[in-house]
């Protein structure tokens, strides 16, 4: 039994030991494929496929794709704006934006007249009051200054409404209206709003808001053809911008939404909206504290004034614009074709009250007689200046019926003849140059001459050929200087011009003011009757000398110049004393008695002391008068032009007269000019230092006068004077007329004040012998 129980207990030792060994086992094989198990299933789940997204799921993005597409199209917009702003520069200006019409302004401000295709005068910021800045911005953009330059909401808008065709849409800011006006166009397009868009910001950085504002004041366009801010203050109530108020600054910026819609003098019906507009504008700036609200409540509308044409270059306008580009050019301060790129502000010397003087006395006297019945006519012509002596400004011009119709300047051609009215010069030089006759006496106002029809002009060394004959062959025989003024007697002044000499008569005309380049300006004897072809103005010039006591300063016709507020830079004044005063004022003399007693007597009716010289030039295609008194200095020619062709023409039968002569229309239009021109300012007396002995001398011997070579004596007396008309001067010799009682003579020299009496027709003419002569008359 012993034997059995080890067995069993090996057995079952052997047994335990299987049994763990096949427990272990077991164990092993179990963990095995639990593991195998998980693997297995862990693979067959990474096999397994998401469901399908059925039905309308599939419409909609998972949040990736919709992440990468947000993603996506912020690179490409940031890539976009980053390669807009460095691609698009900003441009130079378009020509339209640039474009500005020069003004042109009467001596009191003005407007005389504009050129140019645009209606815009730029100015700058500062000329426009702040009340009209904050007005222009409560209208369009108040924050201007403290936002960005562009407003993305508001150009989408409006991009979105151009493309769906719901028409344009505003909304910019006033930068970005700025560009549109001054750098691209007006053309509602995308690519314009793209660009639009990228100029706007490079501005913004590149430049101030205030030259932003400044550019967008002066290139917005306000209604009746103005554009800019000055155009408008012009354009709707007459004034300079630095004039407008508030209530009328607010109208304007009103305009910039809806020019045309808001004049409420062109649609009176959209005054209501106008209103409305206006006081939106007050409102804000109320808002904005850029206005009290009381200034606010005591704000009335400002109802513009009517719509006035273009003045353009029509009437008068054209001529005084020509003259004002020739004086800037000729003296340099600007050339025309730099001038004309526009944009300048011109401030003439030309009196507007004496402009229309001028204009209504040459249409009283000739242009209101002309008749389209009469041939003669057809050919007449007007050209008259007027100068102040003692500034030498020209105060009135005038140019022709029409710059329209008629092109050429009449105050300024140099192509007709100055007849007679050169005379004076010849006399003026004689005084300045201490000049004698051939027989050796000094000439003076009474010095006598042979005055006889034809008579050879006598040298030094004898005869010199040069007969001239004197108006309608009239011989005058023995005759003072004086007389022969008043009669303008040509066999004389031939004569004296020999006796001073021609040269120095030549330099004593430059002296006055003539031009030395003057056209026939020639020293010969023959000078002295005039076929020299200075303008109406150089004439004016020269005697404006002789009124102002010898002073000599060249013309001008401009006051002040500026092109964006800046002053060019004009010639400063000279003044010189061209002659002596004794001269000048001896001439005056003898000149006052022209229009007291001789060819000039239709000049009284100026009703003002006044001292003269008629003319007319060859073959009677211009008559003139040039006279003065001492505030005034005016000459008055009436031409004679063939209309088609050019060609000078007589004047007979014009105005249904025989002939035209200076003491004829153009003395009256000069009385009646010159009366209306000073109407308002005392009368002055003139106030005369003649030179010595211009009373009268003692007469030579009757023996030594008819000896002398030139038939000549310094001086005459009554109980000398021979009687025959044409060897010698009358019975009596003239005596110097008593002075005005409201005119002073010169304390130091109490000699002739008004000349000597004397009286007759417009004398004259002749054939001018010297070189480049031809017949010209009184």
């Not at 009135?396 to 300024?412: E, F, L, P, S, W």
Request: hydrophobic share 30%; charged share 20%.
């Amino acid at each position: 039994m012993s034997d059995e129980q080890p067995q069993h207990g090996r057995r079952s030792e052997h047994g335990g030991a299987g049994a763990s060994a096949n427990t272990g086992a077991s164990a092993n094989t179990g963990a095995s494929a639990n593991a195998g198990a998980s693997a297995g299933a862990g693979k067959a789940a990474k096999k397994r496929k998401r469901p399908k997204r059925k039905g309308w799921r599939r419409l909609i993005p998972t949040w990736r794709m919709v992440l990468s597409t947000v993603l996506v199209i912020l690179v490409l917009i940031i890539g976009g704006l980053i390669a807009g702003y460095n691609l698009v520069d900003i441009p130079t200006a378009n020509t339209a934006a640039t474009a500005q019409s020069n003004v042109y302004l009467y001596s009191d401000g003005t407007e005389l007249a504009r050129d140019g295709q645009v209606n815009r005068e730029s100015v700058q910021l500062s000329q426009i009051p702040i009340g009209v800045q904050h007005a222009a911005l409560s209208a369009e953009d108040r924050n201007f200054y403290s936002e960005s330059a562009i407003d993305p909401e508001a150009m989408v808008r409006a991009a979105w409404n151009t493309v769906t065709g719901k028409g344009t849409q505003g909304g910019s800011t006033i930068t970005q209206q700025y560009v549109k006006n001054y750098y691209l166009g007006q053309e509602q397009t995308i690519s314009r709003k793209v660009k639009e868009f990228f100029i706007s910001i490079k501005l913004d950085r590149e430049e101030s808001k205030n030259d932003i504002l400044a550019g967008y004041l002066n290139t917005s366009y306000f209604g009746r053809n103005a554009y800019g801010i000055q155009a408008a203050a012009q354009a709707y109530y007459g004034k300079n911008i630095q004039d407008i108020d508030i209530a009328q600054g607010a109208y304007l910026a009103s305009l910039l939404n809806a020019p045309s819609a808001y004049d409420v003098v062109v649609h009176p019906g959209n005054r209501g909206r106008a209103e409305a507009r206006w006081n939106y504008v007050l409102d804000g700036m109320v808002k904005k504290k850029w206005l009290s609200p009381g200034a606010r409540a005591n704000e009335k509308f400002p109802v513009p004034g009517k719509v006035r044409p273009s003045s353009g270059l029509s009437g008068q306008r054209g001529y005084l614009v020509q003259a004002v580009k020739d004086d800037l050019a000729g003296n340099k301060v600007i050339d025309e074709d730099t001038l004309a790129t526009g944009g300048y502000r011109i401030t003439t010397t030309l009196q507007r009250s004496k402009q229309k003087a001028l204009d209504t006395a040459v249409n009283d006297q000739v242009i209101s007689k002309l008749s389209k019945s009469r041939s003669a006519d057809r050919n007449v012509r007007v050209g008259g200046a007027s100068v102040e002596p003692d500034s030498g400004k020209v105060v009135a011009m005038y140019g022709g019926v029409d710059y329209t119709k008629q092109y050429v300047n009449n105050a300024t051609r140099r192509d007709y003849q100055v007849g007679s009215t050169f005379k004076p010069y010849v006399f003026a030089s004689a005084v300045e140059n201490n000049s004698t006759t051939q027989d050796g006496r000094r000439i003076t106002p009474s010095t006598v001459y042979d005055g006889t029809n034809h008579r050879t002009v006598q040298g030094p060394n004898g005869s010199t050929g040069y007969a001239p004959g004197n108006e309608d062959d009239v011989s005058y025989g023995r005759i003072t200087v004086a007389t022969a003024t008043d009669k303008s007697v040509n066999a004389v002044y031939a004569q004296m011009a020999e006796d001073v000499g021609p040269s120095k008569v030549e330099q004593t005309a430059v002296d006055l003011g003539i031009p030395k380049n003057t056209p026939d300006l020639n020293p010969y004897p023959s000078i002295a009757l005039g076929p020299s072809t200075a303008s109406v103005l150089d004439m004016s010039e020269a005697y404006a000398t002789l009124a102002g006591h010898g002073k000599h300063g060249t013309y001008t016709i401009v006051e002040k110049a500026t092109k964006n507020g800046q002053k060019l830079s004009l010639p400063k004044k000279h003044t010189v004393q061209g002659v002596s005063r004794q001269a000048a004022d001896t001439t005056t003399s003898i000149l006052k008695s022209v229009v007291a007693n001789g060819t000039g007597t239709a000049a009284k009716s100026a009703g003002r002391p006044a001292a003269g010289k008629t003319g007319t030039a060859e073959n009677d295609k211009a008559a003139w008068f040039a006279g003065y008194t001492p505030d005034l200095s005016t000459v008055i020619s009436v031409m004679g032009q063939d209309p088609a062709t050019g060609v000078q023409k007589p004047l007979y039968g014009a105005l249904g007269l025989p002939r035209i002569n200076g003491g004829g229309a153009p003395a009256q239009i000069w009385g009646q000019y010159t009366g209306a021109a000073l109407a308002s300012t005392p009368r002055t007396p003139f106030r005369l230092d003649l030179q010595s002995g211009a009373r009268q001398e003692p007469l030579p011997s009757p023996a030594k006068s008819s000896a002398s070579p030139s038939a000549t004596a310094s001086s005459s007396s009554p109980s000398e004077a021979p009687t025959g008309p044409s060897s010698a001067p009358p019975s009596t010799e003239p005596t110097p007329s008593a002075p005005e009682p409201s005119e002073t003579p010169s304390s130091e020299n109490p000699g002739v004040i008004g000349g000597l009496t004397g009286g007759g027709t417009d004398t004259g003419g002749g054939t001018d012998g010297g070189p480049g002569g031809g017949t010209t008359g009184g």
